[in-house]
Every structure is written in structure tokens, then in C-alpha cells.
């Protein structure tokens, strides 16, 4: 799963810009008494193909206006996941032989089969709040904060965005900072880069059982411009500076040795290593047209960064309304692709990247297909229906495609002929209910 950083600072600043997602300000005479809570709840069921990750996710999130630009937001967010999850090794010729991650345990990977730890399982829980409030004329300030914990993580992270009107408040300037301190433990602790990961549980490696830390720091720049009375646009420009442990303690790379096997009796597997730093750049456009009665929305996200990754996603989504009846549906689709990371090796060489049993020859390196370049394609829709009282119901059905682009010209040893980076496929199933309290 792809998830999920840069959101936290982008949603306070479109809640202190207010246009886009289409806020009005209060009138002043209307009192908080008079505003009940809005209250917006769904549950999402994700699950990849082939047996892999599975997640359940309840998100319930409530918001007061309490009249005069005045507003309170919280946000609770549950999820489980379990399956199996790709340990970074491709598919061979031959049995692959692994410890689980929990370790003690080994699973084995059939010939042709992708390897997948099936004692994958994480649980997070996080909470976010926001407060936005007026502190001059047409100017908002909106603060917030959130806390996220899993079995082997914790962030805690703060924010502030300033939105100020102009031109009869059909332009909106914004601005956001992001402050993010991310604690990383392990399961078995962190091991040490390019030693070695397989036949033993992680826990035994080389005695580096430690927590590892990651600050990160976003700010953004943004302009809200209403171009007519349908139509609105949005253009923002993020950076994100990362520092700190971002390897990932689970994967591993496959080592070939000069006939292209990877069989040294027994096999060799060594865990990766990434850069400690990494520097985004981001830039993010949205057109939304509103029709007499329907709704495009149009969206193009540009982003690129120090590790050699640069990406384009395209995003349109279509709001149809039945007449009066209260009934719509949202038709979806969205494309991405990426390049590969630098770094990015689907398996080492003995003698040109590493030296089995003894020095890296190289500084980084992953076998971890989200570092690889690949295309997606997302198509769904959405629909939904209005009852009384100011409630909806909906329901969200989407199906995921990844397609790998690694080539793979090996034509002889134990992965030639095998797909390199796994293409991946998941269904996306989601129920909503949003009511007035």
C-alpha cells in the first residue's frame, strides 16, 4: 500500500483556504448552538491479490462550526492488516528458503513463486485534530496536530496554515508548515545494512536492536483562484525535507554469483540500505467545474526528489446527479507512473556490488518494487444517496492495477525468464455514512 505523509499538511491547508472543498464562512448571526457536529464515518476493506495484504479500515472524523470561521476538526483512523508481504527477494528457478519476520520460523517460496513473509500483520491507530479560527480581516489560521501508532512505529506531528483572501475573496493565498518526529522499532530490532538476512530470525543479526528516529519537515505554497461562478482552481507547491532511518528493516536483495545463481550453499540474501536523507518536490493542480447540476473534477500531481524518482498522476472524477432525487454517482479513474530510484536493484552481483561474506561495494541499495519504476491505473466510482436530516449514505467500489516496468535481461541462472518486480492488483471496497449531530 501506498500511504500516506504529505496529506496531514495539505488537508489544513485546504481547511484554512476553505474554497476548495467548498466552505462557506459564517455569517456571524448564526451561533454554535445552532451548527450541529458533522459527522463523517466509512469503513474500508482493501485486499491484494494473490493472497497478499489485507486491510479493514474504520475512519470516523467530526467537525463544529461554531459560527465566525470558527472550527474544530478531529479525525480517528483505525486499520488491521494481515496477509503476506513480498520480502524484497523475486521469483527463482528454485526453492527460496526464508525466516518470518516474527522469526523462529521459515517459510519457503515454490519455484517461480514470489517470495511473501505470510506472518505479515501491523495494526495503527491515529488521531488528528485541527482548529481553524480568523486572527485578521479575510485572514485564517488553522492548527493541528496528529499522533499514529503501529507495533513497530510512531509519529507525532504538528501543523499551522495560514489562508488569506483577496480580490472579493475570489483569491486565496496559503501557506503550511509541517513538523513530523517518527520513531522506527523493528521487530528483532534494526538490522545492519548488506549483512546477511536469510536462514537466521532477525533478531540474532549482529546485536544492532535499536529505535531508530526520522524528523520530517513539509511546507507548502498555495493559491485558490475562482475563475467563474462554476468553476475553481487550485495550485500548490510542497517540499519535504526527510532525515534520518528510512531503510526498510523487512526487505532484503537476492545475490547472484557469477553464473547468475544465487545457490552459495546455502543461498544468500542480504538486508538493504537506503539513503538517510531525502528531499520532495511537489507540485499539485486541481480545476473543479461545476455543471447545472453534476461536477468534474479534474487533478494533475507532479513530484520528483533526490533519490531519482519523478512521478506523474492524473486524477478525474465525475459527480453525475439524478435530478432531485438525492441519488449520484461519482465515476473515478486515475493514472500514475514513476521512475525507478537510483538505488533501485532487483538483485546484487557477487564481486560488482557486494562481496559476499565481506564489504558492500556500493553505498545503497533496494529490491523493494515501490522504489521501482512501474505504472498504476485506479477506475472506480462512488455512489451515494441523501436522506433527511442532512444524511448520506454511500458506497465506493475501486480496483487497483500495478504493472512493474523492471526488464529483466537474464538468460541464463536461477532468475532468468522470472518477472523481476511483482505486478500488483487490489480491490478497494468502502462504505460511508455522514449525518448532522
Do not use: C
Not at 520460523?105 to 511473501?116: D, Q
Not at 444524511?391 to 536461477?414: C, F, H, M, P
Amino acid at each position: 500500500m501506498q500511504l500516506k505523509k504529505l496529506s496531514k499538511l495539505s488537508i489544513a491547508l485546504a481547511q484554512a483556504s476553505g474554497a476548495l472543498l467548498g466552505a462557506t464562512a459564517s455569517t456571524g448571526q448564526i451561533h454554535a448552538q445552532e451548527i450541529p457536529w458533522k459527522i463523517d464515518s466509512a469503513i474500508l476493506h482493501y485486499q491484494e491479490s494473490g493472497g497478499r495484504v489485507r486491510a479493514i479500515e474504520p475512519v470516523v472524523a467530526l467537525k463544529k462550526d461554531f459560527g465566525d470561521e470558527y472550527i474544530f476538526s478531529t479525525k480517528l483512523v483505525l486499520n488491521s492488516l494481515t496477509g503476506a508481504s513480498p520480502n524484497g527477494a523475486p521469483p527463482a528457478n528454485v526453492a527460496q528458503t526464508f525466516t518470518a519476520t516474527s522469526g523462529g520460523t521459515s517459510y519457503t517460496a515454490a519455484p517461480g513463486e514470489l517470495p511473501l513473509d505470510n506472518s505479515f500483520k501491523d495494526a495503527r491507530g491515529a488521531l488528528s485534530a485541527s482548529w481553524q479560527q480568523p486572527i485578521a480581516p479575510n485572514t485564517r489560521l488553522n492548527v493541528g496536530g496528529n499522533i499514529s501508532a503501529e507495533l513497530d512505529f510512531l509519529s507525532i506531528a504538528g501543523n499551522a496554515a495560514v489562508a488569506k483572501d483577496f480580490n472579493s475573496k475570489n483569491t486565496t493565498l496559503s501557506a503550511g508548515l509541517n513538523l513530523e518526529y517518527d520513531s522506527i522499532s523493528p521487530i528483532g530490532g534494526a538490522p545492519t545494512p548488506f549483512t546477511r538476512a536469510n536462514l537466521k530470525p532477525i533478531s540474532t543479526g549482529d546485536g544492532n536492536e535499536t529505535t531508530d528516529t526520522k524528523i520530517v519537515t513539509d511546507v507548502l505554497f498555495g493559491v485558490t483562484q475562482v475563475l467563474s461562478r462554476q468553476a475553481i482552481m487550485q495550485l500548490n507547491y510542497s517540499l519535504s525535507l526527510a532525515s534520518g532511518y528510512q531503510t526498510d528493516p523487512y526487505k532484503m536483495l537476492t545475490v547472484l554469483n557469477a553464473s547468475n545463481n544465487n545457490l552459495f550453499n546455502p543461498a544468500w540474501y542480504l538486508y538493504e540500505k537506503r539513503p538517510d536523507s531525502r528531499t520532495k518536490h511537489n507540485v499539485y493542480s486541481q480545476l473543479k467545474y461545476h455543471l447545472t447540476e453534476d461536477v468534474i473534477n479534474l487533478s494533475y500531481r507532479y513530484t520528483t526528489d533526490n533519490w531519482g524518482i519523478s512521478s506523474h498522476t492524473f486524477d478525474t472524477r465525475y459527480r453525475f446527479e439524478f435530478g432531485g432525487s438525492g441519488v449520484y454517482i461519482e465515476p473515478h479513474a486515475r493514472w500514475y507512473t514513476q521512475t525507478a530510484a537510483d538505488f533501485y536493484k532487483p538483485y546484487l552481483m557477487q564481486g560488482v556490488d557486494v562481496i559476499v561474506g565481506g564489504a558492500a561495494l556500493i553505498p545503497f541499495a533496494t529490491a523493494d518494487s515501490r522504489l521501482s519504476a512501474f505504472n498504476a491505473t485506479t477506475f472506480g466510482a462512488k455512489i451515494g444517496m441523501a436522506l433527511e436530516n442532512e444524511t448520506e449514505v454511500s458506497l465506493r467500489v475501486e480496483q487497483y492495477k500495478q504493472a512493474n516496468q523492471t526488464i529483466n535481461t537474464l538468460t541464463t541462472g536461477d532468475l532468468a525468464g522470472q518477472k523481476l518486480a511483482p505486478d500488483l492488483s487490489a480491490l478497494m471496497v468502502q462504505i460511508g455514512l455522514s449525518f448532522r449531530w
